[in-house]
């Protein structure tokens, strides 16, 4: 307490400059991503692409209603533009009591639909997953039962990462799904080299390796986030400061989010009618589409989006400028690692999953799926960071009606292209998610070209890529491309890891060196340049 007895105030942490916090993110991402790899990899190892891996990859799928709905994604759209701005304010009491309400409801919320996810199972999996046989849907619903409740308490971890983001804590909240990925992985070790059991035995021990590691990934969390709260009391009450605004701007996010995950439910549930392991590598070749956007996507939007949240009602005629450099940090990024998986895809696959039941076949087929994702990362990555600059605004409506014509413009094409691609093979296994992959990427640009002109239309011109910056990307992406690709196609076969090696280093460096050389600077030397300036 203070002298006139009142409860000291959480002390905020200093503002760390844009580039450092979105750094912070980006390591916290690098870490949790590479984890997430390493566990794919095992996976890869014991399942390949089976009606196993089908089954384990659908049911992965359908509790993640729960996270699109009440997690992160949300979260950054309701609560964290609130919270932030109490802190702001210095209101750090009605920060904490907004902070003790949003973690009752929440938990309140995710517990009934967890509840109601195992009682429906059955019912889910027929609806969503018809095409399975009955096998892979019998066990697709003993895993979904377990990885319920593993994902409502993911929601309560992304509660505690909305709290540490706005404390600018942002390295913590992004690594903690190590403690995940790791459970998972020593489940699978235990379970497949020390016990030794047979796939689907091997893939019921993963499922509680997950469930196990969720409640880790809350727990590396949680002690930080409560030291950071004054006067935290979990609540039910709507009528504390912020409540309300929260669920009305949290309503319309949902309905987004639910298009949206309705629109994941429904990619796996065609592919589902697909050649048998078509599923799987859908989701494997979604793993490494995300990587990027994640590292460099997700990392600026999270960083960016408590700070334009601070200065909403001081620096608006700001925001333009603000988003126009934070696209062009992701572009930096996004253009180089477009063209690696359009050009060295199989490299990158082969490096990171080729092993045991994974083999050369579902390195092709999985490559193809990924080059189609590739297409439309740029636009994927850049509209999370105009949906943040909407939010920011206090407009959760347009990013949520955007959503809608995405996820049906995807669907519709999707269904059009997969059947028809379906009929070229690989070996065993078909190209038609491939067809799904490429609706997503057109549905994306769209997306991308309306949220851009509302944006336009609220804050002014939003020109990411002016006075040819983004030709000069293009340019050393592709120089370093085609350096990569000859070393490729001159080399030998190699190991996958070494063939990874020679290719990608020097398309990293080569990169680098024509960035600079043409006059474009990245996110690493803009952030030494303000540190010497300090």
Do not use: C
């Not at 035995?201 to 986030?225: D, K, N």
């Amino acid at each position: 307490m203070d002298d006139t007895g009142q409860v000291a105030a959480t002390p905020v942490t200093p503002p760390p400059s844009r580039a450092r916090a979105s750094a912070l993110v980006a390591a916290g991402i690098l870490l949790s991503r590479i984890s997430g790899l390493i566990r794919e990899r095992v996976f890869a190892h014991f399942f390949g692409a089976s009606p196993v891996a089908d089954a384990w990859k659908a049911a992965l799928r359908l509790p993640n209603v729960l996270q699109n709905l009440l997690g992160e994604g949300t979260l950054s759209a309701s609560f964290i533009p609130i919270y932030a701005e109490l802190l702001e304010e210095g209101r750090e009491r009605d920060a904490a009591r907004f902070a003790g309400a949003a973690l009752g409801l929440l938990t309140v919320a995710a517990g009934i639909m967890a509840i109601l996810g195992i009682l429906l199972a059955p019912w889910l999996v027929g609806f969503f997953f018809y095409g399975f046989d009955p096998a892979r849907q019998a066990l697709t619903v003993d895993l979904v039962r377990i990885l319920f409740p593993m994902t409502a308490l993911l929601v309560i971890s992304a509660w505690a990462l909305g709290i540490l983001n706005s404390h600018r804590r942002f390295f913590l909240s992004y690594v903690a799904p190590v403690a995940w990925n790791a459970a998972m992985i020593l489940a699978m070790a235990v379970g497949g080299l020390v016990w030794e059991r047979s796939p689907e035995e091997l893939v019921r021990i993963l499922a509680w390796g997950a469930l196990v590691g969720g409640g880790l990934q809350l727990l590396v969390q949680l002690p930080l986030t409560l030291r950071l709260l004054s006067e935290f009391k979990p609540t039910l009450s709507t009528r504390i400061h912020g409540v309300r605004e929260a669920i009305r701007n949290f309503l319309p996010v949902v309905a987004a989010r639910g298009a949206v995950n309705l629109g994941g439910w429904l990619d796996y549930a065609l592919a589902a009618f697909l050649t048998a392991g078509a599923v799987a590598t859908l989701s494997y070749a979604q793993i490494l589409f995300m990587l990027p956007i994640s590292l460099f996507g997700m990392s600026v939007a999270a960083s960016e989006l408590p700070e334009i949240s601070r200065a909403r009602k001081h620096h608006q005629n700001r925001l333009a400028t603000e988003v126009t450099q934070a696209g062009r940090r992701v572009a930096y990024f996004l253009v180089p690692s477009t063209l690696g998986y359009l050009l060295l895809g199989d490299v990158i696959v082969s490096a990171i999953f080729e092993t045991g039941a994974f083999g050369r076949d579902e390195v092709l087929v999985t490559w193809v799926i990924l080059a189609a994702y590739a297409l439309g990362m740029g636009a994927s990555a850049t509209s999370r960071l105009l949906s943040s600059a909407f939010y920011a605004l206090r407009d959760t409506t347009t990013p949520a009606r955007m959503a809608y014509i995405r996820v049906s413009l995807a669907l519709v094409l999707g269904a059009i292209l997969m059947f028809p691609l379906d009929r070229f093979r690989v070996g065993p296994l078909g190209l038609g998610a491939a067809g799904l992959a490429a609706a997503s990427a057109v549905a994306a640009w769209v997306e991308l070209t309306l949220l851009r002109r509302r944006l336009r239309q609220r804050i002014g011109d939003v020109l990411f890529l002016g006075e040819g910056h983004l030709w000069r990307l293009l340019l050393a992406g592709s120089v370093a491309g085609g350096i990569g690709l000859g070393i490729r196609i001159a080399l030998p076969p190699l190991h996958p890891w070494l063939m990874a090696l020679a290719t990608l280093l020097p398309f990293g460096v080569v990169y680098l060196f024509m960035t600079r050389m043409l006059g474009v600077s990245g996110p690493l030397e803009r952030l030494l340049a303000q540190r010497s300036e300090r």
